[in-house]
């Protein structure tokens, strides 16, 4: 079983396909290395790609420090995995709780990033959103350790955010319900409380956004309600940025229509590989409406 070990001492599971460029997918809090299938069977064929557990989801190891589980430490494990495998700089795919680590991997690591992707970013990030996200966060850290993984795996991939979903493949969907239920009871608990809970809001990092020079593509369900919002402001925040909003789509939409987002992710990378990936054009947003002030 393939692992590396963090600075810290934690081993974190990988698995690996294809050769080339190197393409890193990390995953949200619902899924695992599992969940990215449809891209590293589509993205293998000529990248090198490479999906991980996050710290906390078996067969990575699962930290019994709360003090282990922090936003800080999610960007420093992609960090390890792209220098404990040599990958030098990787284009980097993250989806909700990934996509926030890899948004802050630009931040604090830009010179490990060929390009990052952020899906599905934003839960909890809007101010008059943060008191009611952090509420739910901590009645679902209670009612997973009272009720164990599988009652709340049940629950929690019934979200209002993912019954598109559903309502479109059902058979995976079940698939991806049945692997969040074999998640660790505890590993996801403190994942919720130390790592989505305490992370700093997406609107309190704009300084660090607005200096961010990492090629950056922003994805969106438009049936996403809580990441929408975050989602304008990055693309109005990062100068280098673009911004996609998928129809039909919720939260888990590299699932929900694999197609679709590995033709996006796949256009993106090939401009930034190829040096036509360029910041935004200062007039453009000089403030005009109809034309340049």
């Known amino acids: 079983m393939p692992t590396l070990t963090t600075d810290d001492g934690v081993d974190l599971y990988y698995e690996e396909a294809g050769s080339g460029t190197p393409l890193l997918f990390v995953h949200e809090f619902a899924g695992d290395s599992r969940s990215w299938e449809p891209q590293m069977r589509f993205f293998a064929r000529r990248y090198r790609c490479v999906a991980y557990n996050a710290r906390g989801y078996p067969p990575s190891a699962v930290p019994t420090d709360p003090k282990a589980y922090s936003q800080d430490r999610a960007t420093d494990d992609i960090a390890a995995v792209i220098r404990g495998l040599g990958l030098g700089r990787a284009h980097v795919v993250g989806l909700s709780m990934g996509a926030f680590a890899a948004l802050h991997l630009g931040l604090r690591y830009p010179e490990l990033a060929l390009s990052l992707i952020a899906a599905g970013v934003g839960y909890g990030a809007p101010a008059d959103k943060r008191a009611q996200f952090q509420a739910e966060v901590d009645a679902s850290a209670a009612r997973l350790r009272a009720e164990g993984m599988e009652r709340f795996a049940t629950i929690y991939a019934h979200g209002p955010t993912r019954l598109i979903y559903e309502e479109k ?125």
């Open 169 to 293: 493949d059902p058979r995976g969907f079940r698939e991806f319900e049945a692997q969040m239920a074999e998640h660790s009871t505890e590993g996801s608990a403190l994942t919720l409380l130390g790592c989505q809970r305490e992370r700093p809001s997406l609107f309190d990092l704009e300084a660090g956004f607005r200096k961010m020079e990492v090629p950056t593509l922003v994805i969106a369900g438009d049936e996403d309600d809580p990441t929408l919002e975050a989602s304008i402001y990055l693309k109005r925040t990062i100068s280098t940025s673009a911004l996609l909003v998928m129809p039909k789509c919720g939260h888990t939409m590299n699932l929900e229509d694999p197609d679709a987002f590995n033709r996006a992710v796949l256009d993106f990378i090939t401009h930034v590989d190829a040096g036509t990936w360029r910041p935004r054009i200062p007039a453009s947003i000089s403030g005009g409406i109809i034309a340049q002030r």
